[in-house]
């Protein structure tokens, strides 16, 4: 049997009284692509902080578990370079007069800019220069992230979070406040990365954000786990009007799904 990438048992986060995740189960294998959906204040996002261990799930709950390839406890340090994250917050951060380059290699340091204590290795510069051609921003190498558009920092930020390689790649909302064609862009850099081998971990309200190369959708309403499985099972007109609280129609075209 193979060991799940992450496993959780019974996890329920609080934010201060909020129950933000309340008893949320879900298996994850390697290399399997993964939506996670659902509106806002449904708990994605603590979902994710507390994946990577920025929160921690209320303790002793009786049958909770928290495991990462089969491992309870682990070095958070050693536990994140096994993930590239990147939300709006770490965007926003890395948003800094520094050139893109740079911005990839500080991911090997999990700083903003390098400082003359940051050793940099020809492996390091070798790594670099690979992710300027997969996420096709080799003619941004040096322009600042100050003086880019947002879908090209969203890159340059999605370098630095796969310098080291993860196992996993987790984007939250991505493409959020990008336009029609620099969402455009970002799905298709969606589309190569999952063709690359790392597992996409997409967390989004917004369906044509799930491209096609991701088979399941978890989700998510009011803190709890609503429906997981087969995305043709659980995009529908029933389930999505559940979670969404309201009546929606669904349609499919090309691979990728919409609603109104
Ligand atoms: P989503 O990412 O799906 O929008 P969140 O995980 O951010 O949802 O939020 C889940 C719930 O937890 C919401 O009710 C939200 O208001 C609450 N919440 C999130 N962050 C905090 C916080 N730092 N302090 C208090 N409540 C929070
Ligand atoms: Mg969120």
């Known amino acids: ?146 003086e880019m558009s947002s879908g090209e920092v969203r890159r340059a930020v999605i370098g630095r979070a796969l310098a080291h390689r993860p196992k996993a790649l987790i984007l939250d909302e991505p493409c959020n406040s990008l336009d029609i064609a620099a969402m455009r862009e970002l799905r298709e850099v969606m589309r190569t990365l999952a063709g690359s081998g790392v597992t996409v971990i997409l967390v989004t309200h917004h369906l044509p954000d799930i491209i096609p190369e991701i088979g399941r959708v978890v989700c998510m309403r009011r803190g709890r786990i609503y429906r997981d499985g087969p995305k043709a099972e659980v995009l529908t007109e029933e389930c999505l009007s559940d979670v969404f609280e309201t009546p929606v129609r669904v349609f499919e075209h090309d691979g990728f799904y919409h609603m109104w």
């Open 1 to 146: 049997m193979v060991t799940p990438l992450l496993r959780w048992e019974n996890v329920t986060v609080m934010h201060d009284e909020v129950t933000a995740l309340d008893q949320c189960s879900l298996s994850i294998n390697e290399g399997e692509h993964i939506a996670i959906l659902g509106p806002n204040g449904s708990g994605k996002s603590t979902l994710i902080k507390t994946i990577t261990r920025e929160l921690y799930p209320r303790w002793p709950v009786p049958r909770c578990r928290m495991e990462v390839y089969g491992q309870q406890i682990w070095n958070v340090w050693e536990l994140r370079a096994w993930m590239g994250i990147v939300t709006n917050d770490l965007v926003h951060q890395c948003t800094q007069p520094y050139p893109v380059l740079e911005t990839i290699l500080s991911g090997f340091h999990s700083s903003v800019g390098i400082w003359p204590y940051h050793p940099i290795t020809p492996e390091m510069e070798a790594r670099a220069e690979e992710l300027l051609d997969l996420l096709e921003i080799r003619h941004l190498k040096d322009r600042l992230l100050t």
